[in-house]
């Protein structure tokens, strides 16, 4: 089969590591979602505009780092970026923070982007591009070959409800305490082509499946697919899509290595059962409940036919990774992962929101973390002694 252009792999080095994190822009009076990306995007330095992208919302802005070998040099980089970020903010009236909804927004103070992709999006979606924005945080992984590629993309399927788990950080939407642990995760339910898409049999399968939809007039290319995990030919990588955003650099460091393990584990040992793989209306089901719950969450594993907790499939899968984290040398950046199991960043954010200054000083503190270099305690303080983004040994760009 020849492949159209769209589809043709790009071919870079395995394992490579590269995030994108959308960012909430904010106004510092009121700790309100602030619909100024229009008016950012021309005072950004050059530097940091070659980092910046607008969103689907004019309140939302994406920061895109390089490519790396290991997880720490992107660390490095994407705390730089945050820095450079806040900093030119200031002039400009605006502040940021990272998590994955504002808790208090509505949808009627909601804008939508200008631009073509935008205005394609809004014409597709019509009022329910007007949604309150979500905030999540992608991460790419390099592969060499486009099979090896797919097949990694089918097999991390089985991973995601338990990365979503992970990784909750949005409990509020319209000032209410929504009960889930990621608010994002339905919300953006609401787009079409989101969710774990199927396995496909081959890397040939998966292009002529898109490519069917994309001759039909569905969307213009690949990018309009929202899923869960989506190969990026041009790039080269597979693309995990289902993880909220972080508050901290050393939350979203953390995560990138993980699935930088998780990537290693599969192509080179085949980690999780082929039936599980398999088994999408569990893989469905066990997004949901980690949605709600969490690392609370208890998943069906369709081997034993039973529940399985969260923090058990964590410490199972963490003792797994620990030979490929050293191949990878991302030790320390993992570091924080069994912290954030024990205490998510939802969590977090429903204690913060227990203090006097309720959701305003929770965005707040959200905004002061967002330049912070270590773990976030319980009470909101940085902690340098997990994660803690200190260079060590050298870092080689991918």
């Known amino acids: 089969m020849t492949l159209p252009d ?26 309100s979602l602030a619909q100024q990306i ?39 980089e994407l705390l730089g970026l945050r820095r450079m970020l806040e900093d030119e903010l200031v002039p400009m009236g605006l502040a940021c923070a990272s998590a994955a909804t504002h808790p208090s927004t509505v949808w009627h103070e909601t804008v939508v982007s200008t631009g073509e992709r935008y205005k394609l999006v809004y014409g597709s979606m019509r009022e329910l591009a007007r949604r309150e924005p979500t905030f999540a945080l992608h991460v790419h992984v390099g592969v060499e070959d486009p099979e090896d590629g797919l097949r990694l993309a089918n097999r991390i399927r089985g991973h995601l409800p338990l990365l ?9 939407w319209q000032g209410r305490d929504t009960g889930l642990g990621s608010a994002r995760t339905p919300l953006f339910q609401a787009f079409p082509r989101v969710g774990i898409p199927r396995a496909f049999e081959s ?11 994309m001759r039909c007039d569905a969307f213009p290319d690949p990018t309009f697919l929202w899923w869960d995990v989506r190969p990026q030919p041009p790039l080269g990588t597979v693309e995990v ?10 939350e979203t460091t953390a995560l990138a290595a993980l699935v930088q393990c998780i990537a290693r584990l599969e192509i080179v040992e085949g980690y999780l059962p082929d039936r599980l793989v398999a088994a999408q209306e569990v893989l469905d089901e066990n997004r949901f409940l980690a949605a ?3 690392m609370n969450a208890e998943l069906i594993d369709p081997v034993t036919e039973r529940r399985v907790p969260a923090r058990e499939q964590l410490r199972s899968l963490l003792d797994a990774c620990l030979p490929h984290a050293e191949a990878l040398g991302c030790e320390r950046e993992l570091a924080p992962i069994p912290r954030m199991g024990e205490h998510t960043g939802a969590l977090r954010q429903l204690d913060l929101a227990r203090r006097g200054d309720r959701l305003k ?18 009470d909101g303080t940085s902690s340098a ?11 080689s760009p991918g």
Do not use: K
Request: aromatic share 8%.
């Open 203 to 213: 890397y040939a399968d998966w292009a002529e499946t898109v490519g069917l939809l």
């Open 38 to 76: 229009d008016r950012v995007l021309p005072m950004l330095s050059e530097e940091l505009s070659e980092r910046v992208t607008p969103e689907t919302h004019r309140s939302v802005l994406e920061l895109s780092t390089t490519v790396h070998e290991r997880a720490g040099g992107l660390g490095r």
């Open 385 to 395: 002694s997990a994660g803690s983004l200190a260079p060590s040994g050298t870092d």
């Open 6 to 31: 769209w589809a043709t792999w790009r071919r870079g080095r395995e394992y490579t590591l590269g995030v994108e994190e959308e960012v909430m822009l904010l106004n510092p009076h009121d700790w």
């Open 241 to 250: 899509r289902i993880l909220d955003a972080q508050t901290t650099v050393a």
């Open 164 to 172: 979503l788990a992970l990784s909750v950080n949005s409990p509020f």
């Open 361 to 378: 000083g929770l965005v707040r503190t959200l905004a002061e973390q967002f330049c912070s270099e270590g773990y976030p305690d319980r």
């Open 292 to 294: 709600r719950d969490g």
